[in-house]
């Protein structure tokens, strides 16, 4: 019988976007995403094809493939499928892998759009779970923006009317994000990513998201993308706060530091700096992934070791065991999982002298 008892690496799945970009960093700067060439005339470059951005890389994506141990060559939806609690934790009873993660890379504007929440899903799109999610920015250029929430006093039919006439944003909360900052989008909120950002998203395994206004823009076979205004208008919360500017949450560890990010009932995030070796141990009762945003190093376990750098992605298994992760740079790890919400934020921040209201403000029901 196979063990799943180490450490497993996924490939991750580069999705074209009409707003995405050419160059990965600081992610994956070694990786081209398309090449442009010189032209006869004067030297000029041509211009990147829109077909060849990239403005998404999945790292837990259905097709995402192992690359080491025992699952070696199967997909992620293959394995979740087939060996279910043995891969994603007792708790975990669907047989799709719990948590979708993604980088995101912006030249433009993205749509502005909305997700339903699971009782609207399973209601109007069977077979589909809602959607929440949350952003970690990583890196913000000089035009980096997003929208998040409705302004006060806007309503259903005004912003219907935007929408119609790609003018959504001026109805919208407008923010220019910092690196390091986490913001909850729960269903219902109204949003858009702009130009100039990367960041790290973490969701319900799910890609259902209503178009509410795309600005008039063609997608990438030269035709309009669909809009869902009356269907995203049904679940749209215009009342929905801009969960942004969270507390920074972090204490000391003997390999450097931990920061509590954010945690709802679908996903929870932590982030690790690792200045020394981290003497790890999986979860029993769940399945973890690790996400390494910076730095290179060693993942270690008893018979050998893995190297790791900017990009790569580790699933941890209930039965893994104990592993070390030795940077031989500084690094930042993403940890993400579906938590208990009282036990991993609620409870282990309160022994850390945390006050309430600012746990409230990361942990969200």
């Known amino acids: 019988m196979v063990k799943l008892d180490c450490p497993l690496q996924l490939s991750p799945v580069v999705k074209p976007k009409i707003w995405g970009r050419a160059d990965l960093s600081p992610v994956y700067p070694d990786i081209p995403v398309s090449h442009s060439s010189a032209s006869h005339s004067g030297g000029r470059r041509s211009e990147t094809r829109r077909d060849k951005l990239i403005g998404e890389v999945w790292v837990t994506d259905d097709s995402s493939r192992f690359l080491n141990g025992p699952l070696a060559g199967m997909s992620l939806a293959e394995a979740s499928q087939k060996y279910g609690s043995e891969l994603n934790g007792v708790n975990w009873h669907h047989p799709r892998f719990p948590i979708l993660a993604k980088y995101i890379f912006t030249s433009a504007w993205l749509s502005v759009q909305v997700h339903p929440d699971d009782d609207y ?6 077979g589909n779970f809602g959607k929440c999610e949350m952003w970690y920015i990583i890196h913000v250029d000089r035009e980096g923006e997003l929208l998040l929430g409705a302004r006060p006093g806007v309503t259903k039919d005004s912003l219907r009317e935007a929408f119609k006439t790609g003018t959504s944003r001026e109805l919208l909360n407008r923010f220019r994000p910092e690196p390091g900052e986490a913001m909850f989008v729960p269903p219902g909120t109204v949003h858009a990513l702009g130009p100039g950002l990367v960041l790290f998203e973490v969701e319900e395994n799910s890609d259902l998201t209503y178009r509410l206004d795309d ?15 009356e269907k995203g208008l049904e679940v749209t919360r215009v009342d929905a706060p801009a969960l942004r500017n969270l507390p920074r949450i972090e204490f000391p560890e003997p390999f450097g530091a931990r920061r509590y990010v954010l945690a709802s009932r679908f996903f929870a995030l932590e982030e690790l700096t690792l200045e020394r070796p981290a003497h790890l141990h999986s979860n029993r009762e769940r399945v973890e992934v690790l996400s390494m945003i910076s730095g290179e190093g060693r993942v270690e376990i008893s018979p050998g070791w893995f190297g790791y750098r900017p990009g790569d992605t580790w699933v941890i298994p209930p039965d893994a065991g104990e592993f070390r992760l030795t940077p031989v740079e500084t690094t930042r790890v993403l940890k993400y999982y579906v938590p208990d919400l009282d036990t991993d934020f609620r409870e282990a921040l309160r022994k850390k002298r945390v006050p309430l209201e600012m746990i409230q403000k990361i942990v969200f029901d």
């Open 215 to 229: 600005f008039g823009r063609l997608g990438l076979d030269g035709k309009p993308r669909p809009l869902h205004i």
């Open 121 to 126: 899903a399973r209601m109007h799109d069977p």
